[in-house]
């Protein structure tokens, strides 16, 4: 494929698929290397921003997607249906909070953490697609693990989990403190 048609190509890939499509992906359909599908997204990238378009290349770890503009929006729901806000209680959010940053993990070890039944907001963030069975963990039963999304990247606007904030080493060690104290027992953070 000649090199000036490679961004043309990707567009149209990205267009058509609609969700995110791994570079890797696009680098096998299109047999040209990962190096230069990067450097083509990059392209249509500039391309997009330098031409003010109501089109922009969101990145989610080692995939890519082509989306509207937010800021268009308004004009959007002129035309389509207003999609249903998800709204995420505080028990789902932090269940939520505890499988971002303890993923992979079982349904166990979230009511563990929490010390209440989680099944509600379980089931919730599978609805929303925030969360998704990524395996099994290798014990009895073989409880199923739980791992984030690609949807809660995009929901949370991050492209990868090192995005997310990291706590404090000193709020950590207060809030274990409180924690144990008002648990009567040691906890192993």
């Not at 993923?103 to 209440?116: L, S, Y």
């Not at 199923?144 to 809660?152: A, P, R």
Request: aromatic content about 6%; proline content about 3%.
């Amino acid at each position: 494929m000649e090199a000036s048609r490679i961004p043309a190509a990707i567009e149209a890939v990205l267009f058509a698929m609609g969700g995110s499509v791994e570079v890797s992906e696009i680098a096998a359909a299109l047999e040209i290397t990962e190096e230069e599908a990067w450097e083509a997204v990059e392209t249509i990238r500039q391309k997009l921003n330098y031409e003010k378009s109501g089109l922009q290349i969101n990145r989610y770890d080692d995939a890519v997607q082509l989306s509207t503009r937010a800021e268009y929006y308004e004009y959007l729901i002129r035309i389509a249906s207003v999609p249903k806000k998800q709204t995420l209680s505080n028990a789902t959010l932090e269940t939520l909070s505890i499988i971002a940053y303890r993923q992979p993990v079982t349904r166990a070890e979230i009511e563990h953490i929490r010390g209440v039944n989680s099944d509600h907001s379980v089931n919730k963030l599978l609805s929303y697609d925030l969360i998704e069975e990524v395996g099994r963990k290798e014990a009895p039963g073989r409880p199923l693990l739980f791992g984030t999304t690609e949807q809660f990247l995009r929901t949370f606007g991050i492209s990868s989990l090192d995005e997310l904030p990291q706590t404090d080493a000193v709020k950590l060690a207060e809030f274990q403190q409180e924690a144990e104290e008002e648990a009567g027992t040691s906890l192993e953070i």
